[in-house]
């Protein structure tokens, strides 16, 4: 395998995760972010990570102390970009934005240099003509926790060259993923496919005043034995990406994801609940109250 130096360009929830996972399997990786207090923010998170891995015992302090020595912060992408074999974006949901940081990367990053995007809602289709190098761009997406939930979801388009896609397939197991190929471009990719209708049918129900959303998380979870149900999972995701999902729909005339988008905002961002993150959602962490034991009950 040919990837040595990896770059993560955005440093939000997901992006440090796949830093921090990345530097724990070995790679030296840099991280780009806009602006210091986004850099400031990210070691905070590294920190975050490194007690959270020593909880699950999935590190020794001592392997999690020589993984952030791995990581190294930028706010100038040109810098962050010099050396790097693979550049993962995981920057956010916004389509211009995305078009524009490929135009930038292009210019910047060393024609050896295989894109990544981590994006969840867009294929690789919309963005392969903001880059320099549609046949090494493909998407590789990532489930929030990754640490525990490890699929890598690699997804190619038809200009993909196939060893660009069988490289990134083994950088996926080199970090401890499980790779998922995805041969056709699909929105959505594999999990979120599945994951989407499934976390829409239970914001409806409680957006459209059927049950609440301990109600609903109930249901699930003794009829399927899940251990956890659809809002557990959504404050594990925060609300960001399933609220820019549903307003995307709603812009294109979906009344439903329009209730559903303006609840998430008036009940998750504008009152700062981001979920599991923060520790408040939908539940307060730790110790959710579907983890007690009469909660099922």
Do not use: C
């Not at 880059?131 to 926790?145: C, I, S």
């Not at 960001?240 to 307003?247: E, I």
Request: avoid cysteine; hydrophobic fraction near 40%; charge should be negative.
């Amino acid at each position: 395998m040919n990837i040595k130096r990896v770059t993560v360009a955005g440093s939000g929830v997901l992006g440090s995760q796949i830093a921090f996972q990345t530097a724990f399997q070995g790679f030296s990786v840099s991280v780009y972010d806009i602006n210091d207090e986004a850099v400031h923010k990210a070691r905070d998170r590294f920190n975050a990570l490194k007690a959270r891995y020593l909880e699950d015992e999935y590190g020794t302090e001592k392997e999690l102390d020589a993984a952030s020595n791995r990581i190294s912060s930028y706010t100038d992408l040109a810098a962050s970009v010099e050396q790097a074999d693979l550049v993962i974006e995981a920057i956010p949901e916004v389509l211009e934005v995305k078009q524009g940081f490929y135009e930038h990367l292009s210019r910047v990053a060393r024609k050896e240099a295989i894109f990544a995007s981590n994006s969840s809602t867009f294929i690789p289709s919309q963005l392969i003509d903001h880059t320099d190098r549609p046949e090494k761009y493909l998407h590789l997406h990532f489930a929030n926790d990754i640490s525990k939930l490890n699929v890598a979801e690699v997804m190619k388009h038809p200009g993909t060259s196939s060893e660009v896609f069988d490289e990134v397939i083994e950088f996926a197991k080199a970090i401890a993923m499980v790779p998922i190929p995805i041969h056709k471009e699909q929105p959505g990719y594999v999990l979120n496919t599945l994951l989407v209708p499934f976390l829409r049918a239970a914001l409806e129900l409680v957006v459209d005043g059927v049950a609440e959303p301990e109600t609903v998380d109930k249901t699930w979870m003794i009829s399927s034995r899940a251990p956890l149900g659809p809002f557990g999972f959504l404050d594990m995701i925060g609300p960001n990406t399933p609220y820019n999902l549903n307003k995307a729909y709603a812009e294109a005339g979906d009344e439903g994801a329009a209730r559903i988008a303006e609840w998430l905002k008036r009940e998750f961002l504008d009152k700062g609940r981001m979920g599991k993150q923060n520790g408040k959602g939908i539940y307060t962490y730790p110790n959710p109250a579907f983890e007690s034991p009469g909660f099922l009950k």
